[in-house]
């Protein structure tokens, strides 16, 4: 059963610098799939923010693509975000997950990990 | 603004049955790309609920199903019991916008 869990800072400024880490336990990051960030605003829908494969091929959300960077660490089996020039606007549930790379179902979630911009 | 179109809320009585519908438009579901469900719980991570718009993960009740016709998609929930309510989410591709959800609807079980 593939695990995820999201860490990271939960407290920023604004204009700082979101990262935050997701570690992938049982089963290899080393797979045929999406390892994906999505985010969801308190009270609000959800967003897809972007998505990387273990080679590194990195697809992201056209509205957040100038803020966003996603990168893979296979050697330690986990995926990090980061999202630059934070506003509160960027206050948000912040859940990585993995994706089928045929039809982009998102079997396995994270507990997500809360993230509050404000000065 | 969602780029697939969902209610925001539906409501039934238990035993009824709910259907919840994913509007989209030529550029994602209407293209061919799948569709798929996720139930959020309150306070807890959205699940997989249907995916490829009308298959079911292991351990999810055949009480739910999902269709899919031109540019829209649907989940049903027959035999609607009180645990199933929770926010619905539909989720696709877009070839513009990448992966997209739906704003999600409220199922509210009276």
């Known amino acids: 059963q593939v695990q995820l869990q999201e860490s990271g800072p939960g407290l920023l400024k604004p204009s700082g610098t979101l990262s935050l880490t997701c570690a992938v336990s049982?089963?290899?990051?080393?797979?045929?799939?999406?390892w994906t960030w999505v985010r969801q605003p308190p009270g609000k829908g959800l967003q897809w923010i972007g998505e990387?494969?273990?080679?590194?091929?990195?697809n992201y959300n056209p509205s957040l693509k100038s803020r966003v960077t996603i990168s893979v660490d296979k050697s330690k089996s986990q995926f990090s975000l980061k999202v630059t020039s934070v506003t509160a606007a960027d206050t948000a549930m912040y859940y990585c997950?993995?994706?089928?790379?045929?039809?982009?179902?998102?079997?396995?979630w994270g507990q997500g990990a809360l993230v509050t911009v404000s000065s | 603004q969602s780029v697939l179109t969902q209610p925001s809320s539906v409501s039934g009585a238990p035993g009824q049955t709910v259907t919840i519908s994913c509007t989209g438009s030529?550029?994602?579901?209407?293209?061919?790309?799948?569709v798929h469900w996720y139930q959020q719980l309150p306070g807890i991570a959205p699940k997989l609920l249907i995916y490829?718009?009308?298959s079911r993960p292991s351990g999810v009740p055949d009480r739910f199903s999902g269709s899919k016709s031109g540019t829209s998609a649907s989940l049903a929930i027959t035999g609607l019991q009180a645990e199933d309510g929770a926010d619905y989410y539909c989720?696709?591709?877009?070839?513009?916008?990448?992966?997209?959800f739906g704003g999600g609807t409220k199922l509210t079980v009276l």
């Open positions: 997950m993995r994706g089928d790379m045929v039809t982009g179902f998102l079997d396995y």
């Open positions: 049982g089963g290899s990051i080393s797979t045929s799939h999406w």
């Open positions: 990387i494969s273990h080679s590194g091929s990195t």
């Open positions: 030529t550029s994602n579901i209407g293209a061919g790309y799948e």
């Open positions: 490829n718009h009308n």
């Open positions: 989720q696709s591709y877009d070839s513009l916008s990448g992966v997209i």
